[in-house]
């Protein structure tokens, strides 16, 4: 009879045992579907500062070209070289424009959890 019931505590040991295993992994899985929702997060709102940053600086650019406009009007009735390349900063702009409709086209949510 002892040794039966020693039998019976050893299996229901094992039996804890494992379970406490399975109940360990589900919380590690649980741990890093935490970390991977919280680093998207973060990306997301890291994701919206540099499109508002691009955006910024696209908009400053093209202020920038409107006076650049200006200055080689302002040279050409004095006759003489603009000190603006224009041409350059026609294509930075374009490069901008670019980027932040690339950016844009990513579409990173703060709010799809896994």
Do not use: C, F
Not at 18 to 34: F, S
Not at 82 to 107: E, F, G, H, M
């Amino acid at each position: 009879m002892n040794k039966t019931m020693s039998k019976i505590a050893q299996i229901n040991k094992e039996e804890l045992s494992a379970q406490k295993v399975e109940l360990a992994l589900v919380d590690d899985y649980n741990k890093r579907i935490d970390k991977a929702n919280n680093e998207r997060k973060m990306a997301a709102v890291s994701y919206q500062k540099l499109i508002g940053s691009m955006q910024s600086a696209t908009t400053q650019l093209d202020l920038a070209l409107k006076e650049a406009n200006k200055i080689e009007e302002a040279a050409k009735e004095l006759g003489v070289k603009s000190p603006i390349d224009i041409a350059r900063v026609k294509s930075k702009l374009s490069q901008y424009t670019k980027t932040v409709n690339a950016l844009k086209s990513l579409r990173i949510s703060g709010s799809d959890n896994i």
